[in-house]
């Protein structure tokens, strides 16, 4: 859009939880406008994880794991003269917990299991120790970032 920013929607909180963070992951996972479906499909993670970490509340446990593999910076590519550098830059609030979603979401479709909800609350669990492909991920970003430091002065 050439003049005006889009504004920005408001994601009404979930029915259970009564948290809005819980329904914009829910819209993540969603397939084909199948919102009841990835309800239950997060709900039913949250008892598997409640199963295998009873000492915490399973809402808590989901928030830290996506705390913990919330990535602070990203390498943006940046054309300068004839060369393209991997510029690190800092990360957007509400880019940072899109990305930490969609990336726990991501590795855990990828994961071996029986259904969506094992394998989410498995990825959910490994997260909240610091293990698992989407704590990897974050690792990863960051050592691209610390590793290309030196063309921080190219931020834009």
């Known amino acids: 859009m050439r003049k005006s920013k889009p504004k920005k929607r408001v994601v009404l909180p979930d029915p259970v939880f009564n948290e809005s963070m819980v329904t914009k992951f829910v819209n993540h996972l969603m397939y084909d406008g199948k919102k009841s479906t990835a309800f239950s499909i997060f709900y039913s993670s949250l008892d598997v994880v409640k199963a295998k970490v009873p000492a915490a509340e399973p809402i808590d446990v989901w928030k830290k794991a996506l705390e913990n593999i919330t990535p602070l910076v990203e390498v943006k590519s940046r054309r300068v003269g004839g060369a ?73």
């Open 84 to 156: 393209t550098f991997q510029v690190p830059t800092e990360i957007r609030p509400d880019r940072k917990e899109s990305i930490s979603m969609k990336n726990l979401i991501l590795y855990s479709r990828k994961r071996g299991g029986r259904s969506m909800a094992d394998k989410l609350a498995a990825e959910i669990v490994d997260a909240y120790n610091n293990q698992g492909a989407a704590f990897k991920r974050k690792e990863d970003m960051h050592r691209m970032a610390e590793a290309n430091r030196a063309f921080a002065h190219f931020r834009f």
